[in-house]
């Protein structure tokens, strides 16, 4: 998980909570007391900060290293998404074998708040971070979920920031 200096919440929120789990132990909320720690129980989590604030691309670049399979998923922290859109997402890309991203439609007076796509049938051809509203290529935006291939890293390299980073 990426992280910044000013964002601990996500840390803090699969991080153990001695003080709390005392208690709950103590007044005999075993239930509670496992729901609490049941994720803590379902995979490792990493993470890694980004301590400057360069976009996306440059998040990503900050958790290179511990990307190892030619796939990975990335999804945004701050969305709440149901969770069949991640079973979606990995039909479709089974489906596939291409990278998917998640997209939805916004009101189009919307698009300068959002990474706006556009695109080509299925394909996104362009995407560009919070535009004006008359410059949006679509009303389409990135909403933060996505399968990637490795070889993304790469192309972040050669990318050159923009005056928004």
């Known amino acids: 998980m990426i992280t910044s200096h000013q964002k601990k919440a996500l840390e803090d929120y699969f991080d153990k909570n001695y003080e709390l789990e005392d208690i709950l132990q103590?007044?005999?909320?075993?239930e509670l007391l496992a729901l609490i720690n049941k994720?803590?129980?379902?995979?490792t989590y990493t993470?890694?900060?980004?301590?400057?604030m360069l976009?996306?691309?440059?998040?990503?670049m900050?958790?290179?290293?511990?990307?190892?399979?030619?796939?990975?998923?990335?999804?945004?922290?701050?969305?709440?998404?149901?969770?069949?859109a991640f079973v979606e997402m990995m039909k479709a890309f089974e489906r596939s074998s291409s990278p998917i991203v998640a997209i939805h439609e916004v009101p189009q007076k919307?698009?300068?708040?959002?990474?706006?796509?556009?695109?080509?049938?299925?394909?996104?051809?362009?995407?560009?971070?919070?535009?004006?509203?008359?410059?949006?290529?679509?009303?389409?935006?990135w909403n933060g979920a996505a399968i990637l291939p490795k070889r993304i890293f790469s192309l972040l390299q050669n990318l050159e920031a923009d005056h928004r980073s």
Request: hydrophobic share 40%.
């Open 47 to 52: 993470f890694v900060k980004q301590l400057e």
């Open 26 to 30: 103590k007044k005999g909320k075993l």
């Open 62 to 84: 900050q958790a290179q290293h511990l990307i190892s399979d030619d796939y990975f998923m990335v999804i945004f922290a701050d969305t709440i998404y149901p969770p069949e």
């Open 110 to 141: 919307e698009v300068y708040k959002y990474g706006v796509v556009k695109l080509d049938g299925d394909k996104v051809i362009d995407f560009v971070e919070k535009p004006k509203v008359e410059d949006a290529p679509s009303n389409l935006i």
């Open 55 to 60: 976009g996306t691309g440059h998040a990503l």
């Open 39 to 43: 994720p803590k129980t379902m995979a």
